[in-house]
T-cell receptor, first 111, second 116 residues
Framework: AQSVTQPDIHITVSEGASLELRCNYS??????LFWYVQSPGQGLQLLLKYFSGDTLVQGIKGFEAEFKRSQSSFNLRKPSVHWSDAAEYFC?????????FGTGTRLTIIP | EAGVAQSPRYKIIEKRQSVAFWCNPI?????LYWYQQILGQGPKLLIQFQNNGVVDDSQLPKDRFSAERLKGVDSTLKIQPAKLEDSAVYLC??????????????FGAGSRLTVL
């Protein structure tokens, strides 16, 4: 079955530090992969997406993600986080079929 | 472009009552989705429409949930009768099929339902 796993429920990072949020997928073929961010009381906003081609994709707000087929991973990274990055982050897979979401990683930023 | 509009933003009802949520997708988006997001979980697809036809409703609890998309534009999701476990945020999304064959979803702000 197709699935997306986010192993970390909650991550705390100091402002200005680097960030990596993990995402693993289980799909037969190369999936379409997405990262969404959800601020409290808001809907989901698309950060970036991977369909094919260059395995390092750039997104909005300074985020990037790298598709690694050998590790079945699509981890989200940011070199220096800002207090405004505190939110819930969801990895999702699918695309031209049902989009399946991970359970999310809550990011807390400390001064 | 205008985003996906949803209403109401918040609704509190007693169990066994009914509730309806409305969604207006982005103009020109043929595909519309309703997701249920329970607190602490990722969104779960309830139903997917392509124009006004249902593509996937395999996870819709059809004994109490219904949805329609008349004229292939706006959509309504109804719950009758509501149960305590229906407390969640109901997210509407719409999408345009890209040249690569992928659907990129744009989400509305959601409708938060509390069932007492």
């Amino acid at each position: 079955a197709q699935s997306v796993t986010q192993p970390d429920i909650h991550i705390t990072v100091s402002e200005g530090a680097s960030l990596e949020l993990r995402c693993n997928y289980s799909y037969g073929a190369t999936p379409y992969l997405f990262w969404y961010v959800q601020s409290p009381g808001q809907g989901l906003q698309l950060l970036l997406k991977y369909f094919s081609g260059d395995t390092l994709v750039q997104g909005i707000k300074g985020f990037e993600a790298e598709f690694k087929r050998s590790q079945s991973s699509f981890n989200l990274r940011k070199p220096s986080v800002h207090w405004s990055d505190a939110a819930e982050y969801f990895c999702a897979g699918g695309g031209n079929e049902k989009l399946t979401f991970g359970t999310g990683t809550r990011l807390t930023i400390i001064p | 472009e205008a985003g996906v509009a949803q209403s109401p933003r918040y609704k509190i009802i007693e169990k066994r009552q009914s509730v309806a949520f409305w969604c207006n997708p982005i103009s020109g988006h043929a595909t519309l989705y309703w997701y249920q997001q329970i607190l602490g979980q990722g969104p779960k697809l309830l139903i997917q429409f392509q124009n006004n036809g249902v593509v996937d409703d395999s996870q819709l609890p059809k004994d109490r949930f219904s949805a329609e998309r008349l004229k292939g534009v706006d959509s309504t999701l109804k719950i009758q009768p509501a149960k305590l476990e229906d407390s969640a945020v109901y997210l509407c999304a719409s999408s345009l099929l890209t040249a690569s064959g992928a659907n990129v979803l744009t989400f509305g702000a959601g409708s938060r339902l509390t069932v007492l």
